[in-house]
Structures are given as C-alpha cells and as structure tokens.
C-alpha cells in the first residue's frame, strides 16, 4: 500500500530555497510516476513537476527554478525549490500512481500536504 509523507516545508524570505521530500512508507512507488502539485485556499490544485523514471516535466511557473529527483534506494522523490517567489507560496501535495500527466484527477494517492510560505 501506498503511503506518501511530505516533509521539508516552512517558511522562507523571497530568493531564497527549500527542498521537500516525499517518503512513500509502503516502498511500493518505484514503478509509479510521481508528482507534485500545489494548492492556495480557494483554488484548484495545480501542477507543479512529474517523474517517470529518469524523465521529467515542469509547469512553465517553475521551469528553470525547480528540480523533482527521486532516490529509488529511499523510496523518497524530492523538489528541491530555489529562488522561492512569493507566489510560490501554498501548500505542496505528492501524488503517486495512475496515468499521471498534469491532471490532479490522474493521480491515485496524495500525501497529507506541507505548508510553503515565501515572504516578500
């Protein structure tokens, strides 16, 4: 069974950088694609990036700025965030399993959700 626990939220001024990570305590996910979205109150959950295997894919909001990587070994995929913006600010979700893409509906287990804030 697929458990997904985010980790590595907080706080961070403008320009600045966080790395999240994503622990699937099942140590089932290494055949699914997995990916990360984001979510401010109020609005729909949005793409963020997508791994399948060594192939990877970015919203054009993050492109440039944000890296997704996973390490088989640890059953963790990782996003790691530089040069944070304010409107990066939201709570980051990891999904695993399904056909994946950029769709929230394609994914099917998500994590519990951690906190980004950015400061301007």
């Known amino acids: 069974q697929v458990q997904l626990v985010e980790s590595g939220g907080g706080l961070v001024q403008a320009g600045g950088s966080l790395r999240l990570s994503c622990a699937d305590s099942?140590?089932?996910?290494?055949?699914?694609?997995m990916g990360w979205f984001r979510q401010v109150l109020g609005k729909e959950r949005e793409f963020v990036a997508r791994i399948t295997g060594r192939n990877t894919y970015y919203a054009d909001s993050v492109k440039g700025r944000f890296t997704i990587s996973r390490d088989t070994a640890k059953s963790t995929v990782y996003l790691q965030m530089n040069n944070l913006k304010p409107e990066d600010t939201a709570v980051y979700y990891c999904?695993?399993?399904?056909?994946?893409?950029?769709?929230?509906?394609?994914?099917?287990?998500w994590g519990q959700g951690t906190q980004v804030t950015v400061s301007s």
């Open positions: 099942g140590r089932t996910f290494d055949s699914y694609v």
């Open positions: 999904a695993a399993g399904g056909p994946g893409g950029i769709e929230a509906r394609n994914y099917g287990y």
